[in-house]
């Protein structure tokens, strides 16, 4: 983490020294076509780190915020053996942090995990599955999801490494937005993106610059054109299914005020065909921030971390506005 970091700063650090930098690199686009293997769950206990593997996708898919998980361990199992082919599974299992966003199309096995010095987080869920011959479905799944190590842990053992900051750190949100500004400003798109969410944040000291905010966050498709610069009707996003989302990498030099480079990767929309002529855009509601599930989350998460996505549990007790 320190090497990259160091390298980054002195890269960009010709821009604050008034010297001239080449362009920013162009967006990285990542294709979905990529080969996931079905899992077969069976009643076989000599088989339990499929049902894990099996109730870890689950997670995976419906994630709305956030990285993917991916298994690490299976930490216990128990097996209910209700008739030949049919039974209800019980399994406790520990989830590493990848880097794949939860828009990235990638699979959980193509993702790499957060090394120590890049503060990844880790996850303790209990998974129950139930098991009908051929077919297996996730019933209830919840999780306790925590920063490894700790910063706590970190400024004792470890005090070269960055320490992690809440993902509404006032920072961090002012870092965020500079950058989307800075991403419209660049883009060449047809369309605006706005701010989807801040996916991960951590903050170091470096000379000759000082404090510098590392910021990981997610940008979604909104409706607008380009050309509409001078409306007063906010930019509301795009349906997930049918937007772009960008997942974007920077550095904040807190002390300067400035937004480093961007680094990006493009994921395309699920369905970019045409809508009927005359036909406008659907509306899909808020963004997962602002939605009445993710306050339920937030109400019913056992131990929430603020600097951590956490795996909301499953399912949700969502209520509705009248």
């Not at 959980?108 to 010095?117: A, K, M, N």
């Not at 969410?197 to 000082?210: F, K």
């Not at 369905?271 to 989350?297: I, N, V």
Request: proline letters at 10%.
């Amino acid at each position: 983490m320190l090497a990259h970091l160091s390298l980054v700063v002195l890269c960009c650090l010709q821009g604050l020294l008034g010297v001239p930098s080449a362009s920013p690199p162009p967006p990285s686009l990542l294709s979905d076509s990529f080969s996931v293997l079905p899992l077969t769950v069976t009643c076989d206990e000599a088989d339990v780190t499929t049902a894990a593997r099996f109730g870890v996708r689950v997670i995976d898919e419906k994630r709305k915020h956030g990285f993917k998980f991916k298994l690490h361990q299976v930490q216990g199992s128990k097996y209910q053996q209700l008739s030949e082919g049919n039974c209800d599974i019980d399994v406790d299992a520990k989830l590493l942090q990848t880097k794949c966003h939860f828009s990235n199309p990638k699979p959980e096995d193509h993702c790499d995990v957060f090394r120590q010095g890049e503060r990844g987080t880790w996850a303790t869920c209990a998974i129950k599955l139930s098991v009908r011959g051929k077919a297996a479905v996730v019933t209830t799944y919840e999780c306790v999801t925590k920063p490894e190590p700790s910063n706590k842990q970190v400024s004792r053992l470890r005090p070269d490494f960055p320490a992690l900051l809440p993902l509404n750190d006032p920072t961090a949100l002012k870092a965020a937005h500079k950058a989307v500004r800075k991403f419209n400003k660049e883009s060449q798109l047809g369309h605006f993106f706005d701010l989807l969410e801040v996916s991960h944040v951590t903050i170091g000291y470096m000379q000759p610059v000082g404090m510098i905010t590392w910021v990981m966050l997610a940008l979604v498709e909104t409706k607008c054109p380009r050309e509409a610069t001078h409306t007063f009707a906010p930019c509301t996003p795009l349906c997930p299914h049918r937007a772009q989302h960008f997942f974007c990498e920077t550095f904040y030099y807190n002390l300067q005020d400035k937004v480093g480079q961007l680094d990006c990767e493009l994921y395309l929309p699920k369905d970019s065909s045409p809508l009927p002529y005359g036909q406008p855009e659907p509306d899909c509601g808020p963004l997962f921030h602002q939605s009445p599930e993710f306050s339920a989350c937030k109400a019913q998460l056992s131990h929430p971390v603020p600097s951590v996505h956490n795996i909301c549990p499953f399912p949700l007790k969502v209520i509705l506005p009248s």
